[in-house]
């Protein structure tokens, strides 16, 4: 049985759409992985070569209608996310013995720093919260508050740092222990609303500054000064309705970066109604001990990911085809342009996310590449919905009409009034009404009285 099958069994009693739960699983992986495994080069010290290194950090906000299980999902990632503390990391039981490596065993023989470990002061704070008199131990992976300002946003990116030993070759061929260090931290917000509070386009500008885990980011703050993240990471799981998209976001700032990096996973429903989720049993809670030891496991790995045997090859003929021919794409939508400009970035994301839930292994095969392209691709055909996008005031209205036909038919004044404040004289109205009716969004009947002759 393989994890994801695990996970499958462990949020079968979730209500979630299947695509959530999906995606749900994929980004537990990617927030584990944090910044410590990337596709690209490393120098003679071990350490990637930042320029071209791609690491499997993501961006997943899941899109529905308030109910649509989104923080179903969302709670379950945390569960196994928060489970795990620093102070659970055993060094004894990644100690490897340095003689008996050899070359190839370079990229994925991985030392576990201990709960202890001493580190330099320009790379390392250290530090244990209070709540209440209660003493709150770091995570193993760091998270992020589920409600922060900007500022402390870029306080908590700062001081998620953490470090990780290797083994590393030196330039006359002997081996020693290599000391990472990063900053990796991961959001878990049931409510996108709860990070996008004030300062939006800040707080979108500094996820987008990091999104490529660059060697060193710095942003200055109006209270702090000038802030510097050294190997900062940021994975970011959501939830949010079509609604707040449209409400929050400026044409803009969705067209320049934020959908090119973002995975727009939507769902117009449940997979299944029920009124009480389900008592996980014997089973399920075995299988969820089973997926937090593996992501335990990751918590060891630091090294390059090499391609397995005609990756390279599939992938270059695949993008060479789709880059040529647009009508290739699964979703036509102009919307999704920017995403399909990164979609080779984002299938190699997916694909180290997808081999990782199953593996330890430094290597991706051609295997995990299809099966992440499969699930894009299938994925793509509803991602434009989530992407709510309106440039003027008529197609603000032309939302807000479709959204009011949605609770049942309505007569003409009916509709005047549930849209009451949407527009400024009834011609607007009837321009959209139009407009919709010449898309097809809706259908227009007639009907007439028998009795008083009044057609409606």
Not at 83 to 94: E, G, I, P, T, V
Request: glycine share 6%; net charge neutral; with cysteine.
């Amino acid at each position: 049985m393989t994890n994801y099958e695990k996970w499958l069994a462990y949020t079968d009693g979730l209500s979630s759409p299947n695509n959530f739960i999906e995606f749900g699983w994929i980004y537990t992986i990617a927030a584990c992985l944090q910044r410590r495994v990337w596709i690209g080069n490393a120098d003679l010290k071990g350490l990637p070569a930042e320029d071209n290194c791609l690491f499997p950090n993501m961006q997943v906000i899941l899109v529905g209608e308030p109910g649509v299980g989104k923080g179903l999902v969302i709670k379950s990632v945390s569960s196994l996310v928060k489970h795990w503390q620093r102070k659970d990391k055993n060094k004894d039981d990644f100690m490897p013995d340095l003689a008996a490596l050899t070359e190839l065993s370079q990229q994925a023989q991985i030392i576990q720093e201990s709960a202890n470990e001493k580190a330099t002061q320009d790379e390392y704070q250290g530090h244990v919260g209070k709540k209440g008199g209660e003493i709150i131990k770091p995570l193993l992976f760091p998270i992020a508050a589920d409600a922060t300002t900007f500022e402390a946003l870029v306080e908590a990116v700062s001081e998620s740092i953490n470090h990780i030993n290797y083994v590393k070759y030196n330039n006359g061929g002997t081996k020693s222990l290599g000391h990472y260090g990063h900053c990796s931290l991961c959001f878990l917000l049931p409510e996108l609303s709860s990070l996008l509070r004030k300062r939006t386009n800040d707080t979108v500008n500094y996820l987008l500054g990091l999104y490529d885990c660059p060697l060193d980011f710095e942003y200055r703050t109006k209270n702090s000064g000038r802030d510097r993240v050294r190997r900062g990471c940021i994975n970011l799981l959501a939830g949010t309705t079509p609604g707040f998209i449209q409400s929050t976001f400026d044409d803009s700032l969705l067209d320049e970066g934020f959908t090119s990096r973002t995975f727009f996973i939507y769902s117009s429903k449940n997979r299944k109604n029920q009124a009480f989720i389900p008592v996980l049993t014997s089973e399920q809670l075995g299988y969820k001990d089973d997926l937090l030891k593996h992501i335990k496991k990751l918590s060891g790995l630091y090294g390059p990911v090499q391609m397995g045997k005609g990756v390279r090859e599939f992938i270059e003929e695949w993008w060479n085809r789709i880059e040529n021919d647009k009508k290739l794409r699964p979703n036509q939508s102009p919307k999704l342009a920017p995403y399909y400009a990164r979609k080779n970035i984002h299938l190699l994301k997916v694909a180290m996310a997808i081999h990782f839930g199953e593996s330890t292994e430094m290597l991706i095969s051609l295997e995990d590449v299809k099966r992440a392209l499969n699930i894009l691709d299938k994925e793509e055909l509803s991602m434009d919905r989530a992407i709510v996008i309106h440039t003027n005031e008529t197609t603000k209205l032309m939302a807000k009409v479709l959204e009011t036909l949605k609770t049942g038919k309505k007569d003409y004044v009916a509709l005047l009034c549930d849209c009451h404040g949407s527009y400024k004289t009834r011609k607007e109205v009837d321009d959209t009404l139009d407009l919709l009716v010449t898309m097809e969004q809706i259908k227009v009947k007639s009907d007439t009285d028998e009795a008083t002759e009044k057609t409606t």
